[in-house]
């Protein structure tokens, strides 16, 4: 009997410490897309951790029904990501093909990016839409931009 409680204490002991040793290297992401003409479609998001693949080829993605939109704002949390420079290009989705409609070279739905850089000609730098994930949580807001005014 004294055997079997040693055995159940050391592993007890092993499990505890083990639980301690584990560095908290991951958190939770509060977005909040802010903008969003309408709630037809989806909100989908690349997340990028570095600048290879930036933005067309995330390393991490995510979507969302817009079924909470209120008033043009929308709010997400996406749990356990890693710590470290992320950059986040997201897609108001309006007809749930995953991918950005174009007219000419013109993107018909709505985008965004973190940090809310300045828009041109082309999708911003990585360096322009990175922020630090460092925390349990963190928050941030993206305001979507739309190119075609109607609808």
Same mark, same amino acid.
């Given at each position: 009997?004294?055997?079997?409680?040693?055995?159940?204490?050391?592993?007890?002991?092993?499990?505890?410490?083990?639980?301690?040793?584990?560095?908290?290297?991951? +958190? $939770? #992401?509060? *977005?909040?897309?802010?903008?969003?003409? !309408? /709630?037809?479609?989806?909100?989908?998001?690349?997340?990028?951790?570095?600048?290879?693949?930036?933005?067309?080829?995330?390393?991490?993605?995510?979507?969302?029904?817009?079924?909470?939109?209120?008033?043009?704002?929308?709010?997400?949390?996406?749990?356990?990501?890693?710590? +470290? $420079? #992320?950059? *986040?290009?997201?897609?108001?989705?309006? !007809? /749930?093909?995953?991918?950005?409609?174009?007219?000419?070279?013109?993107?018909?739905?709505?985008?965004?990016?973190?940090?809310?850089?300045?828009?041109?000609?082309?999708?911003?730098?990585?360096?322009?839409?990175?922020?630090?994930?460092?925390?349990?949580?963190?928050?941030?807001?993206?305001?979507?931009?739309?190119?075609?005014?109607?609808?």
């Amino acid at each position: 009997m004294k055997h079997k409680l040693l055995i159940c204490s050391l592993i007890s002991l092993f499990y505890s410490l083990s639980l301690f040793s584990q560095s908290s290297s991951r +958190g $939770t #992401l509060e *977005i909040k897309f802010t903008e969003i003409r !309408n /709630s037809k479609g989806l909100i989908a998001i690349g997340i990028n951790t570095s600048p290879d693949g930036w933005p067309r080829k995330p390393q991490i993605a995510f979507q969302w029904e817009k079924d909470e939109l209120v008033d043009g704002v929308f709010t997400v949390v996406v749990p356990d990501l890693p710590y +470290g $420079t #992320l950059a *986040i290009s997201a897609l108001d989705d309006e !007809n /749930s093909n995953l991918k950005m409609d174009m007219f000419l070279g013109i993107p018909k739905e709505g985008f965004g990016f973190s940090m809310n850089p300045h828009v041109r000609l082309s999708a911003p730098k990585f360096e322009d839409c990175s922020f630090s994930m460092n925390s349990a949580f963190t928050r941030i807001e993206i305001r979507m931009k739309h190119s075609w005014k109607d609808k």
